[in-house]
């Protein structure tokens, strides 16, 4: 068993090798709530194909391939990937998130787990057997206060989603952070955990944070209390540092805040119970997730600075990769960290949701072939779901903005568009304005991806190359995460 856990213990290496960046070493103590785990510094890695161990002897491999599960939980639903070691694709399915009312209230940490267990259901039987490891990415900031006590995860309040603002927690937050920190923005995981803290009357006691896929991977690895440098940066993680910083751990909440790993890091091997009930191998492997949005970027293989990656989902988010790091709370800028770069960029709160709420796909689809794209459209929209945006304003108070609404859905649709288009241009040039590397090139992640009609509406008001990425679904990224978590072999 010291074994396997030995060949499951991640490297940053392989990351590396497949996205073209630089050898610098990154594995280091990382410090987390109070716990110190260590993650092994081995200095010579060896890049290898995994295939079957004793402990699937009697697995029919597949080409001698082992599988690689990722599996992304958006705002409105949620989908698997599964992919070889050379990034093929062998099954995937996406499923909306179930209507679960718990007391007349829709519940969306059973809705969650439901999805969970039905992807895991969705997977051809003949690749159940053959899957070596698993990661999740979920949406950025959305979280969840568990109560440590419970064997079932049940958490202590309902979950603060990621659009969720906590205005009575700022000045708390910007008392105790730097100046213009990611934390300081009311949509952080931090001004989420303050305002729980001050309005939660019972004991304290057994509260453990974790964000969404953190909680998700624990069904799945039953190892409470672990989180990734991604999902954990709105909370005040200093991923450059890797640690929590001393203004942080110096609070009386403190201990509530999960251990950090890097992404795609070996946590456990799956419970039991999970492995009989959906046929999976003794060794598959459960390793740390990501965000939806840097999930998106992975998936798009995007591995030079001034490349960046435009997520069209429900929500928008970009994703610049640029030399210098760069955060500023004033406008939802903040930097994640990939290797020796950074994901420099922000989550706008407009996007594919608002669409939805007023076009069917089909209306979509037929109305976007009518629009001229090179032609500008004299309409201007803020197109939200609520009252509220992240970036490239951070404005808890900005409220929706879509009239004069034109008798042709067409010239409707058109406006939309390219309002939302505007925006994603403001949001570039803000960060190129506080000093990230210039975009060069964008390449379009999730379901906005395939309308030609809107990439080509982009590419004029971007004035930039504009393209689908070769991979759309944040899932493929979080795939590739499970893959970095086993594929190497120690000496």
């Known amino acids: 068993m010291v074994a396997l856990l030995h060949h499951f213990t991640s490297s940053h290496l ?37 295939v079957g161990s004793k402990a699937n002897e009697n697995v029919s491999l597949v080409d001698g391939r082992r599988l690689y599960l990722g599996m992304d939980f958006g705002t409105s639903g949620a989908r698997y990937t599964l992919i070889d070691k050379d990034g093929i694709i062998h099954a995937e399915r996406k499923r909306e998130y179930p209507n679960y009312m718990s007391k007349g209230v829709m519940d969306c940490v059973h809705s969650w787990k439901l999805t969970l267990y039905q992807l895991l259901e969705d997977i051809p039987n003949e690749f159940r057997a053959l899957i070596a490891s698993i990661s ?116 009386e909440y403190s201990y509530v805040l999960p251990s950090v790993q890097a992404p795609g890091t070996f946590v456990s091997l799956v419970k039991e ?55 500023d709370a004033r406008y939802g800028v903040y930097s994640h960290r990939l290797d020796d770069k950074w994901l420099v960029g922000g989550a706008s709160n407009t996007g594919g949701a608002v669409l939805k709420q007023i076009f069917t796909d089909k209306q979509l689809k037929n109305l976007s072939e009518q629009i001229d794209p090179m032609q500008a459209s004299p309409l201007d929209y803020y197109p939200l779901q609520t009252v509220g945006e992240r970036f490239p304003v951070a404005d808890p108070k900005l409220a929706p903005r879509l009239t004069p609404r034109p008798e042709s859905d067409v010239d409707y649709l058109h406006g939309i568009l390219e309002s939302i288009a505007r925006i994603e241009g403001e949001g570039y040039k803000l960060l190129t304005d506080l000093g990230a590397t210039q975009v060069e090139e964008v390449f379009t992640a999730g379901g906005g991806a395939q309308n030609e009609t809107w990439t080509k509406i982009r590419e004029r008001i971007l004035g930039l190359p504009v393209s689908r990425a070769q991979q759309t679904e944040a899932a493929y990224g979080a795939a590739l995460l499970a893959l970095k978590g086993v594929q190497y072999d120690a000496r």
């Not at 009989?276 to 030079?304: E, H, M, N, V, W």
């Not at 610049?320 to 790091?325: A, E, H, M, V």
């Open 14 to 50: 392989l990351f590396r090798h497949q996205f073209g960046f630089s050898n610098c070493n990154t594995n280091k103590l990382i410090q987390g709530g109070g716990i110190l785990r260590s993650v092994d510094n081995t200095k010579h890695i060896r890049m290898r194909p995994v």
């Open 136 to 251: 999740i990415d979920g949406t950025s900031s959305t979280t969840m206060i568990i109560d440590s006590c419970s064997t079932t995860g049940e958490p202590l309040s309902r979950p603060f989603l990621y659009n969720e603002s906590c205005p009575d927690a700022v000045s708390a937050v910007t008392s105790i952070a730097p100046v213009n920190h990611t934390v300081c923005s009311s949509t952080s995981t931090l001004c989420k955990l303050v305002s729980w803290w001050k309005s939660y009357e019972s004991s304290k006691e057994s509260a453990v944070l974790l964000h969404q896929a953190d909680w998700l991977l624990w069904l799945l690895h039953g190892k409470l209390g672990v989180s990734d440098y991604n999902n954990a940066l709105k909370v005040g993680y200093d991923p450059e540092l890797e640690s929590y910083p001393p203004w942080l751990l110096s609070q």
């Open 273 to 327: 119970d999970i492995r009989t009930r959906y046929g999976l191998p003794k060794d598959c492997a459960i390793c740390t997730g990501t965000t939806d949005s840097i999930a998106a970027f992975l998936a798009a293989r995007a591995t030079q600075t001034g490349k960046s990656v435009t997520s069209l989902g429900s929500t928008l988010a970009i994703k610049l990769l640029s030399t210098n790091r760069i955060d």
